[in-house]
């Protein structure tokens, strides 16, 4: 059984900042892409960053490129995104997800049960 945690949502102020974390357990294949996305109220979820398993290939959707950062830590299964500048608009619940490779539309096996992020203006 896999198990995607999600956690540093809350609430702030536009042009303040979050750092969310996604924690993997459980058998996963022994590599793997992790991926955010997101949900606004009445909207379909979006992509917003992915990484690959080395680290070394990162994916941004336009609306937080420059201003969202993708991490990944040495132990692998533990993913970061820094938010910085948040807008109002970035209001969503955010979604850990993990896939086979990583990419601007990945294709995700797991998802986790994801974490609310308000920004108020």
């Known amino acids: 059984q896999v198990q995607l945690d999600e956690s540093g949502g809350g609430l702030v102020q536009a042009g303040e900042s979050l750092r969310l974390t996604c924690v993997a357990s459980g058998r996963i294949r022994s590599s793997y892409a992790m991926n955010w996305f997101r949900q606004a109220p009445e909207k379909e979820r979006e992509f917003v960053a992915s990484i690959s398993w080395s680290g070394e290939s990162t994916y941004y959707a336009k609306s937080v490129k420059g201003r969202f950062t993708i991490s990944r830590a040495s132990a692998k299964n533990t993913m970061y995104l820094q938010m910085n500048s948040l807008k109002p608009e970035d209001t969503a619940v955010y979604y850990c997800?993990?896939?086979?490779?990583?990419?601007?539309?990945?294709?995700?096996?797991?998802w986790g049960q994801g974490t609310q992020v308000t920004v108020s203006s």
């Open positions: 997800a993990v896939g086979l490779i990583a990419s601007s539309a990945p294709t995700c096996d797991y």
